[in-house]
């Protein structure tokens, strides 16, 4: 009788060592599926991110290219007024308009056509055909 008890102990802990193997197997089998699956998303996300920092790299050195020839053309821009108003503060325009109407005028209205001429062609405007006089002309209706 003694026999069979210990045959029954034995057969139950073979059975719970070999359903606790089971389950641990079955358990770990499930983590390493989850644990693959959030490795696969962290790769992905990884991927991406490091897409953006890149793209956001080339974008600032790019910004930063355009920034320092912006800061060239604005310093050139700066030296050009510094020059016209030096060039205005030696030349008494009232004076001038006084002595020559002519001469300035003439000089006032051809530096305002060259300037309404490269607002044109900055803006991608067409330049109406000029007259002799400078005057646009409206276009003639068949209707009076």
Request: glycine share 6%; hydrophobic share 35%; aromatic share 6%.
């Amino acid at each position: 009788m003694i026999k069979i008890y210990i045959l029954i102990v034995v057969l139950g802990l073979v059975g719970g060592v070999c359903y606790g193997g089971y389950y641990y197997y079955k358990d770990t089998q499930e983590r390493i599926q989850t644990l693959t699956e959030n490795n696969a998303k962290l790769e992905t996300a990884k991927q991406l991110q490091d897409d953006t920092i890149n793209a956001m790299i080339e974008d600032r050195e790019k910004f930063e290219e355009l920034n320092n020839e912006l800061q060239k053309k604005l310093q050139a821009a700066n030296n050009y007024r510094d020059t016209l108003i030096g060039k205005l503060r030696k030349h008494n325009l009232l004076v001038l308009s006084l002595k020559k109407p002519k001469l300035v005028e003439k000089k006032i209205n051809n530096g305002t056509k060259k300037l309404f001429e490269s607002f044109e062609a900055i803006s991608g405007a067409v330049a109406p055909a000029a007259s002799g006089d400078g005057v646009q002309q409206l276009p003639k209706s068949s209707t009076p």
